[in-house]
């Protein structure tokens, strides 16, 4: 284990760096947010101990790795909290199998359950995964969850907050025949008690850990105000923010050393700015010294504004973070029919951070990539994302696809603008954008155009060109996975000299009268 002074100038540097704005963008790296559950609801209970908490946050450590965050709530508190309602509360280690914390809980598995509460109930996570990242000499981070509302359909679920059960009047829409959606139910900010509550949980976060940083996560659940309130809601962020940073500065004191505030935010700057979450204001007011846009979880987004951030945030001395999801998915519209979970492989992850780093994203950022349960199909695939998503050098020399998607983040009443699914018709090609990052050097690269089952599917009159040029079609060995909302396939190999850096423009035509619907659309890239 390092000296504690070692482990403490590590992470301090860390700091500095990113607080001063002159090297955090020349020194880009990964961050990746451990959710509150997954450890105890993935582990068997001998391992929910400290040691299995110094387990997992080994299993994270890789060379780019800057900061490992763990979140500390969704209704509840999975540490031992005085203010707000515990994972563990009604459990009574006392008692057997039958008591009523465990009633709802299927025959089989009550002594797993059980063994599990009464482990957890004597477990400080927190101070533990603080402990051992520190250990690795990175910078230790902790995240509160602004407003979760998985699963509120069923208001009876054990793990539902009692402050949120008690008062329906503080939810965006109290009135349960309007019920369409879970956000429908999340706090409603408006009302002053909904922030105290949250502030009571912060305070004590800072109180009880000395974190080098706390993320304040506005984007699980991304909805905040009764329609129609975001304007006022946004001056009301505000004042939260400041109450917030003047608790960091307060404790950044006591601790000897400072501790950074991040949010994260809908990816789109004026989806954010619509829903009340001014990121802007907050890093310009020096409220916020991390700003991660993301997805909210469909889909991982391609394409996100990275240029538009940066020159918002220019001169703030803020690092800018890109959050990776764990989907793909090429449109919503692929549901209700299609609901699987088509999930991230290395060379997806690795197209998007390639095109996010090389647009001056200073971090990669990891949300529901965690080892087990919420994660990518193959372990191999894993650790190399681990060890390359965060730094280009790793990356250029891999195959990548960069796929596209979509924003899957809308303030009430703003415009979905969905590229997919684009019919193509005899005399109407659809055309496409995709960045692609750094230009290939040398190897191949190819199109792959996925039809949809509401069109021809026969793909043979299709024809492609990308930056005015076309593409030669063949039986080319396919990625994997596409998308089972896409019934056919083609690929196209695109000429060497033709891509650039950046964007690049792919043209999909027909020569058939009868239309295609494109459903899929990427680009793969394969170093020689």
Known sequence: MLPKNAA??????LQRTASDGRKD???????????????YACRPPEKINRDGVYELVDHYISPPMKELIFNVNAMRANFPSR???????????????????????????????WEMYRNLSSLDIPRCWIERVRHHGRSAWLSVRMNDVHDVDNLDLPGHSPFWRDHPEYWRVPD???????????????HQPVGEYFVSLIEEVFDRYDVDGLELDWMRFPLHFRPGFEDEGREILIDFHR???????????????????????????????AMGLDAVAWVKEKLVDLVVITPFWPTIEFDMPIELWRELLAGSGATLAAGLEICVRPSPKVWPKHDDLVLNTAETALGAAASLLDRGADRIYLFNYMDSGTTVQDPDDYRSILNRAGDPSTIVDQPRRHVVTYSDTVAPGEPEA??????????????????????????TARVF????????????????????????????????????????????????????????????????????????????????
């Open 418 to 443: 969905l590229a997919l699914p684009s019919l193509c018709r005899a005399g109407q090609p659809s055309r496409f954008r995709l960045h692609i990052g750094p230009k290939p050097e040398r190897g």
């Open 176 to 190: 349960p025949q309007r019920f369409t959606t879970w956000t429908d139910r999340a706090f409603d900010y408006g």
């Open 25 to 39: 963008h020349d020194m880009p790296g990964l961050m990746l947010n451990e959710d509150d559950s997954h450890f």
């Open 243 to 273: 109450r917030v940073r003047a608790l960091a500065d307060s404790h950044a004191g006591r601790r000897g050393h400072p501790i950074r505030i991040g949010v994260r935010v809908p990816s789109r700057p004026q989806t954010a700015w």
């Open 83 to 113: 203010v707000w309602p515990r994972v563990w509360d009604g459990f009574d280690p006392g008692q057997g199998l039958d008591q009523p914390k465990l009633r709802a809980v299927p025959a089989e598995h009550r002594q797993r359950v």
């Open 449 to 528: 155009v996925g039809c949809g089952e509401n069109g021809n599917q026969d793909t043979s009159p299709l024809e492609v060109h990308v930056n005015g040029t076309r593409c030669t079609p063949g039986e080319y060995p396919l990625p994997r996975p596409i998308h089972p909302v896409v019934r056919q396939v083609r690929g196209f190999a695109i000429p060497e000299g033709i891509l650039h850096r950046g964007y690049n423009c792919v043209e999909v035509s027909s020569a058939s009268p009868d239309p295609h619907e494109v459903f899929w659309i990427e680009i793969r890239i394969e170093p020689a």
């Open 8 to 13: 403490r100038a590590a992470t301090d540097n």
